[in-house]
T-cell receptor, first 113, second 112 residues
């Protein structure tokens, strides 16, 4: 059982380039999330999708867009990357979150130069 | 706004010692609290989840307690081992959007 799978694991972008981070879960969870983790800042929510067909902004959505492609997949897009978006990005999913909590992927380490 | 604080930020102990990690949160109206482990360069692994109606949860050498009224949780690790070295994060769940608010973590080093 793979859980939450993120691709790629590492990426270097030049300022202004675009890219899409992919996330897929095989646990039949309804809700999916994108977080970023920065030193001294902890993890912060970028966007979330409570269910297929819905997406909402989190704490730090500026500069990002998301797509809930189907129940399994939730992608994060950077249209014009900036050095401030250098971070580690985590995808997570949940079902019955009050009882079962979140399951996280292994992360994508992104560097924007 | 919910704020989560973890003390200490870093802790170094000799192997075999029992230890306690602390987590406090400002808004006691939470659904649950989850403790995670993060190894360097890796993702988050869920250790324990305590629902708001529960007082504690145990898994092996780990015991987590929750005092919702005072806004505190502790993670107790018994007989620590070098393999326990990692960053430990606590996170609280509140609100209709089910958003987790994380602390900044405690970096634990267990020395052989």
């Amino acid at each position: 059982n793979a859980g939450v799978t993120q691709t790629p694991k590492f990426q270097v972008l030049k300022t202004g380039q675009s890219m899409t981070l992919q996330c897929a879960q095989d646990m039949n969870h309804n809700s999916m999330y994108w977080y970023r983790q920065d030193p001294g800042m902890g993890l912060r929510l970028i966007y979330y999708s409570a269910s297929e067909g819905t997406t909402d902004k989190g704490e730090v959505p500026n500069g990002y867009n998301v797509s809930r492609l189907n129940k399994r997949e939730f992608s994060l897009r950077l249209e014009s990357a900036a050095p401030s978006q250098t971070s580690v990005y985590f995808c997570a999913s949940s079902e019955g979150v009050q009882v079962h909590g979140y399951t996280f992927g292994s992360g994508t380490r992104l560097t924007v130069v | 706004k919910q704020e989560v604080t973890q003390i200490p930020a870093a802790l170094s102990v000799p192997e075999g010692e029992n230890l306690v990690l602390n987590c406090s949160f400002t808004d006691s109206a939470i659904y649950n609290l989850q403790w995670f482990r993060q190894d360097p360069g890796k993702g988050l692994t869920s250790l324990l989840l305590i629902q708001s109606s529960q007082r504690e949860q145990t898994s092996g050498r780990l015991n987590a307690s929750l005092d919702k009224s005072s806004g505190r949780s502790t993670l107790y690790i018994a007989a620590s081992q070098p393999g326990d070295s990692a960053t430990y994060l606590c996170a609280v769940l509140k609100g209709s959007n089910y958003k987790l608010t994380f602390g900044k973590g405690t970096l634990l080093t267990v020395n052989p």
